[in-house]
Nanobody
Framework: QVQLVESGGGLVQAGGSLRLSCAAS????????QAWYRQAPGKQRELVAR???????NYADSVKGRFTISRDNAKNTVYLQMNSLKPEDTAVYYC?????WGQGTQVTVSS
């Protein structure tokens, strides 16, 4: 069975950086669509970043220029590099690999 294991969340100061990882186990193609979402308490889940099967990327306006999605085929892992973090980035972050979802990891940005 396919499992997605997220890591890299935690507590950081505003202006700091984190890199989230989402490692896939089981039989899955690394060239399929992958994406990161986030959800804050009382808010709807929103798309943060996406990379298509062809390698094209898109980002939410709120993170454009600060976040970067990438993947490492050898490690079967997708990453979200998060720079210049702001308190409003505080949320639970979820990875999606095709139609599979990770368990989520908490990111908290203090002011």
């Amino acid at each position: 069975q396919v499992q997605l294991v997220e890591s890299g969340g935690g507590l950081v100061q505003a202006g700091g950086s984190l890199r989230l990882s989402c490692a896939a186990s089981g039989s899955i193609s690394s060239i399929n669509e992958q994406a990161w979402y986030r959800q804050a308490p009382g808010k709807q889940r929103e798309l943060v970043a996406r990379v298509s099967s062809g390698g094209s990327t898109n980002y939410a306006d709120s993170v454009k220029g600060r976040f970067t999605i990438s993947r490492d085929n050898a490690k079967n892992t997708v990453y979200l590099q998060m720079n210049s973090l702001k308190p409003e980035d505080t949320a639970v972050y979820y990875c999606r690999w095709m139609y599979y979802w990770g368990q989520g990891t908490q990111v908290t940005v203090s002011s």
